[in-house]
C-alpha cells in the first residue's frame, strides 16, 4: 500500500472520475468541514463522523442528573473534619503561643507545649464538626427518603435536628438553643441560594 492511497480523502464518485490524480493525491481536507483530518484507509471512513453527540452518562429516566445526598455526605463529613483540624490547629497555635509566652518558656518544654496545645484544640475542633456533618447527612438522608424530595426543607429541618440532637443533654434550654442556630444558619444558607439563582426558586436543593 502506497505513501499515496493513505493520503486520499473521502470523494464522492463523481469528484473521484472528474478531480485530477493530481488534486486527489495531495488534498487532505474534508469536503463538510473544510480542514484537514487523518482518514483511515482501512475502513475508508472519515473518523469525524464517529464522535460522540450523546450525554457521556446515562441516568435512568426520570432519575435526577446531580449527587443526592447520600453520595454528597462523604465529602461533607470528611471535609468538616479537615476544616475543623485545621481552624482548631490555628486556633491551639495561637493559644500555645500565647501561653508559653507568658511562661517565658523556650527550648524542648516550648515545643512539647506547643505540639499539645496544636494536637488538643485541633482533634478536638475537628471531631465536633465531623460529628455535626454525620448528624446533618444522616437526617438529610432520612427526610429525603420519608418526603420523597429533596428541596430547601430537607435542608433547614435537618439543620434544626441537628442542633436539637447535639445540645440534647445539655438541658432543655441549651437544646432549644442548638436547634434555634441549626435553623438559623441553614435559613441563611438557603436565602443565600435563593438570592444567588436570581429567583424564588432555588436551584440549588441541598448542600
Known sequence: MTDDFL??????PSQDFDEPKSNRS????????GFS????????????????????FIFPEGATKQRGRFE??????GTSVMAGAGVGGMAG????????TALKQSGKLWRTQMLNHVMKQGSGTANTLGTLAVMYSAFGVLLQNVRGEDD????ILAGTATGFLYKSTAGLKKCALGGALGLGITSLYCLFQMTRSGSSDSSMKFF
Do not use: C, H, M, W
Open 152 to 155: 430547601d426543607l430537607n435542608t
Open 72 to 77: 454528597l455526605a462523604f465529602s461533607q463529613i
Open 26 to 33: 495531495t488534498s487532505l481536507s474534508s469536503p463538510l468541514t
Open 93 to 100: 497555635f495561637y493559644n500555645g503561643l500565647k501561653t508559653t
Open 37 to 56: 483530518a487523518p482518514i483511515s484507509p482501512y475502513l475508508n471512513y472519515d473518523p469525524r463522523f464517529l464522535q460522540q453527540v450523546q450525554p457521556e
Open 7 to 12: 493520503n486520499k480523502p473521502l470523494l464522492s
